[in-house]
Every structure is written in C-alpha cells, then in structure tokens.
C-alpha cells in the first residue's frame, strides 16, 4: 500500500441503518462518502479507503470492480472468513480488522459460561419458574482444566481471566508449543482429537478459515470427557452442528454453551433449542452498552496512521484469513 503524502483521503463509509460514531473526527481526516450497499460502486470511484461499518455485508464483492483506486479496506469485525473473496486476497488492498477491541468482553461472556455450567444456572431458573425449592450440589471451578481452541487476542484473554480464577489453561493453534505465557502448554489443532479428552471445558475462539471449518466433528467430540462441555465463542462453522446435536442427544458429551451457531440465526425448528443441556446466546458476547464507540476508536487512530503513512494496526493476512503473531511489514 503506497499513501501519497499531503493527500487529503476520500473514505467510503459502508453502512446499514445507523452510522458509525466518531464520525466527526472520520471527517476531520478525510473527505467522506457515506453509503449504503446500493450505492456502494459510485461511492468507491476514486476513493481510497472502504471502512466497513456494515461488517457482514457481501457488496464490496458484488461491486469490486468499481473498487479500482482502493488502497485499503477496515472491517468493523474480527472474523473476516465470510468478507474475503479472490480478488480481494489477490489483490494489493490492505486489509484491516477489528482484532481485539471486544476480546475481553468475550472473555467475560465465555467466563459466564464455564460458572452457567458450574453452579446449574439454567438449572436453578428452571426450579425457580417451578416454584420448586429443592437443594443441590454444584461443581468448584478452581483446578478444572480448559482447551481453548484459538490462541490470538480473544483466545489470549480468555486464558487470562480463567487462570485469574484458578482454572487451569492450555491452548490449541495452529502449531504445537511450549513457553507461552498464557497458556501450560499449546497443542496443535491438528491433534484436538487426541487431547481433548484431558479437558473439563473445551472453548472455541478460532476464526474461521478453510483449515478450520468443521474442526469440531464427531471424532473430535467423542473423544471428549463424557462430563465435558463445548463453548463456542468463534464462529458457529468451527463445529459440524449435526454432529454436535447427536453427540449432545446421546451423551457423549454433558452439554454445550453456544453464542455462536451454524447456521445463524437458528431455525426456530432446529433440535437446540429444545435441549436442556444447551445454553443459547445469539451471537452477541462482544456486543456491550460501549462496543461500538469502541469499534470506531480504532478506525479513527487508523485513519491517522494512514494519513501520515504509518503501519496500520491488525493487518490480516487475507490468505490466512487472520491476523498472524508477526506480520510482514507493509510495502
């Protein structure tokens, strides 16, 4: 990506209902076209940035032949599976995502689970609308051992807030390694089927790519502890949903807490609404009262970087599909 210095920008701002915020200070560093997916073709000639407010919106590739003068593209999003297409990957458009701005939200989201599960929440709402007053025991979570699938900034804050309360972490990338500071030890994602039976809890945070579409199947969730839970937090794809249904109606796992789903939004005919041993979100664990405005702080210092041709922040490797650890330095 080349910046020509002392040129002001022309941002494309792409969005749905509402705009995004910060918008003022957007348009203090840049010359601004607001559009809809419509209009999206005429707002992008001549302009050199395409923010993507609109996050899962599909007409940049619809309209990418009007995307000539692109230099660079900002999704409101962290996982950019469903946005990347070939011309874009092969493209020299920088690409830029919304990498760890709600990742500690999710870590909390993702904590709420594991105590859900641990202390029978759903269990107890069921007796209180029963009007039924009837004691139990439930599960310490201190010293429970997790597999987080996923080991980036939301799998990394979520290693950090569970041994935070004393539950012991290991993770699951790309490859197999030791010394990481987050984690006792990370096994290689190739391998979840052989040491996911270790594991009390087994949390998905992985984005979604063609390595790892499906990762959760049948052999994976057999091997799993017959007390062991799924919680997904990545992408509902990361897991083969039939499979996951069977395994959950046959008990070859204990239950599943899932604020993603394939497909998305869930049928309202589908078997997981039904289940009791499933909690149900949808889609919503980064989502707080400040998301948003948080999402467009990191547009804006962006931008900034951009208008005086510093390094952008989260450049993903579109052939990953993902920002990776070290990043090549931009041209």
């Known amino acids: 990506?080349?910046?020509?210095?002392?040129?002001?920008?022309?941002?494309?701002?792409?969005?749905?209902?509402?705009?995004?915020?910060?918008?003022?200070?957007?348009?203090?560093?840049?010359?601004v076209r607001l559009t809809k997916g419509e209009g999206l073709a005429e707002a992008m000639k001549g302009a050199d940035v395409l923010y993507q407010w609109h996050s899962f919106s599909s007409a940049l590739?619809?309209?990418?032949?009007?995307?000539?003068?692109?230099?660079?593209?900002?999704?409101?999003?962290?996982?950019?599976?469903?946005?990347?297409?070939?011309?874009?990957?092969?493209?020299?458009?920088?690409?830029?995502?919304?990498?760890?701005?709600?990742s500690r939200a999710i870590a909390e989201f993702a904590l709420g689970f594991?105590?859900?599960?641990?202390?029978?929440?759903?269990?107890?709402?069921?007796?209180?609308?029963?009007?039924?007053?009837?004691?139990?025991?439930?599960?310490?979570?201190?010293?429970?051992?997790?597999?987080?699938?996923?080991?980036?900034?939301?799998?990394r804050e979520i290693a950090s807030l569970f041994r935070a309360v004393g539950l012991r972490v290991s993770g699951a990338g790309r490859t197999s390694r030791r010394g990481d500071e987050y984690f006792e030890e990370i096994h290689s994602s190739k391998?979840?089927?052989?040491?996911?039976?270790?594991?009390?809890?087994?949390?998905?945070?992985?984005?979604?790519?063609?390595?790892?579409?499906?990762?959760?199947?049948?052999?994976?969730?057999?091997?799993?502890?017959?007390?062991?839970?799924?919680?997904?937090?990545?992408?509902?794809?990361?897991?083969?949903?039939?499979?996951?249904?069977?395994a959950l109606r046959s008990g070859v796992i204990s239950g599943a807490a899932l604020d993603v789903v394939q497909p998305e939004p869930l049928p309202a005919e589908h078997p997981l609404w039904g289940m009791d041993n499933v909690i149900l979100t949808p889609h919503m664990s980064g989502d707080t009262e400040d998301h948003l405005d948080d999402l467009g702080k990191l547009f804006v210092e962006n931008l900034w970087r951009y208008s005086r041709g510093e390094r952008l922040h989260n450049i993903v490797d579109k052939r990953l599909g993902f920002v990776p650890p070290r990043p090549p330095l931009q041209a």
């Open 114 to 155: 594991v105590l859900d599960i641990a202390k029978d929440a759903q269990g107890s709402l069921r007796l209180q609308q029963a009007r039924r007053w009837q004691h139990r025991v439930t599960r310490k979570i201190q010293g429970q051992r997790v597999l987080v699938v996923g080991t980036g900034s939301i799998g």
């Open 1 to 31: 990506m080349t910046v020509v210095h002392g040129k002001r920008p022309t941002v494309a701002v792409l969005y749905r209902e509402t705009l995004p915020p910060r918008l003022e200070e957007i348009e203090e560093l840049a010359d």
């Open 61 to 102: 590739r619809e309209n990418w032949t009007a995307a000539s003068s692109l230099q660079w593209v900002h999704v409101s999003a962290a996982g950019v599976s469903q946005l990347l297409f070939d011309e874009l990957i092969n493209s020299d458009v920088a690409y830029t995502n919304s990498r760890g701005v709600l």
């Open 191 to 246: 391998d979840l089927a052989l040491v996911v039976r270790d594991f009390d809890y087994v949390v998905l945070a992985a984005p979604l790519t063609e390595d790892t579409k499906h990762l959760v199947d049948a052999n994976v969730l057999s091997a799993m502890k017959p007390t062991a839970h799924l919680i997904n937090m990545g992408r509902g794809g990361l897991v083969h949903t039939d499979a996951l249904v069977d």
